[in-house]
């Protein structure tokens, strides 16, 4: 009996480091990487690009299953990330672009057109999915799950900083509220809300060093024997 493809999911609120974990960790097994948040944000960027009503669910979901999204890996150089053909990779990371693809994501529909999208990434030698629903929707049977966290002060504190960096003006004070009302809804929602699955290793990253998380997350899965 051949045994399934290895899926490590990663889990959590926004700003917990999933981004860059997941990126690391990937690199790390040589396994490919599914970025689940990518795929909320492209929707609500065509959706934004086609104006919809955010109150229209029946054009968001028709949306969700036309959209097209495909991950330009670059050599040494961030993933780009083309929507509908389009290169929209900054777009994507922009705050209202995350605030949009929160709410699109609380439809359900929108969530089961892109189930499968999702699990066709499920492929060897195996696949780090990031997300908020990865361990307990689209991967429940992934062998490795992980869910991480950091207090909300601390995940503004990282954005704040990551904006800063790019020349955004933005306050601290503002993004925790952004921050808290994300999370609240993403936790709230009637589908695949936002919480760790049962088997899921928790690991709360305030005031860890990124490659002692990368460490604690690589920790999980045995390395091949060679
Ligand atoms: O991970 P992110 O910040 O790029 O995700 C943007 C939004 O998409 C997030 O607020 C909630 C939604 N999302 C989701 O509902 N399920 C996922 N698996 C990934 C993201």
């Given at each position: 009996?051949?045994s399934?493809i290895?899926?490590?999911?990663i889990?959590g609120?926004?700003g917990a480091?999933k981004?860059?974990?997941s ?5 790390r097994?040589?396994?490919h990487?599914l ?8 929707v609500?960027v ?6 919809l009503?955010?109150s229209?669910s029946?054009?968001?979901v028709?949306c ?12 040494g150089?961030?993933m ?10 900054d777009?994507?990371r ?5 605030a949009?693809?929160?709410a699109?994501a609380?439809i359900?529909e929108?969530?089961s057109?892109?189930?499968e999208?999702?699990r066709?990434?499920r ?11 990865m361990?307990?929707?689209i991967f429940p049977?992934?062998p490795y799950k ?15 900083k990551?904006l800063k ?5 933005v ?7 952004e921050?808290l009302?994300?999370?609240a809804?993403d936790?709230q929602?009637t589908v695949?809300?936002?919480r760790?699955?049962?088997?899921a290793?928790?690991?709360d990253?305030?005031?860890l ?8 997350v690589?920790a999980?899965?045995?390395t091949?024997?060679?």
């Amino acid at each position: 009996m051949t045994s399934p493809i290895p899926v490590l999911t990663i889990d959590g609120p926004s700003g917990a480091g999933k981004g860059t974990v997941s990126r690391m960790v990937a690199s790390r097994l040589g396994w490919h990487y599914l970025d689940s948040g990518a795929l909320y944000r492209a929707v609500g960027v065509a959706a934004s690009w086609a104006n919809l009503d955010l109150s229209d669910s029946a054009a968001l979901v028709r949306c969700a299953f036309d959209t097209t999204v495909t991950f330009r890996e670059q050599a040494g150089a961030e993933m780009r990330v083309i929507v509908n053909g389009v290169d929209a990779t900054d777009e994507l990371r922009l705050e209202t672009t995350g605030a949009v693809a929160s709410a699109i994501a609380a439809i359900p529909e929108v969530r089961s057109a892109l189930k499968e999208r999702q699990r066709a990434f499920r492929v060897a030698p195996g696949l780090v999915a990031d997300g908020r629903d990865m361990g307990t929707v689209i991967f429940p049977d992934a062998p490795y799950k992980v869910f991480l966290t950091a207090s909300a002060e601390e995940r503004a504190e990282r954005r704040y900083k990551q904006l800063k960096d790019k020349g955004v003006s933005v306050t601290i004070d503002g993004l925790l509220r952004e921050i808290l009302a994300r999370d609240a809804r993403d936790a709230q929602r009637t589908v695949a809300p936002l919480r760790p699955a049962e088997d899921a290793v928790l690991i709360d990253t305030t005031g860890l060093a990124i490659d002692a998380v990368v460490q604690r997350v690589l920790a999980l899965v045995p390395t091949p024997v060679a």
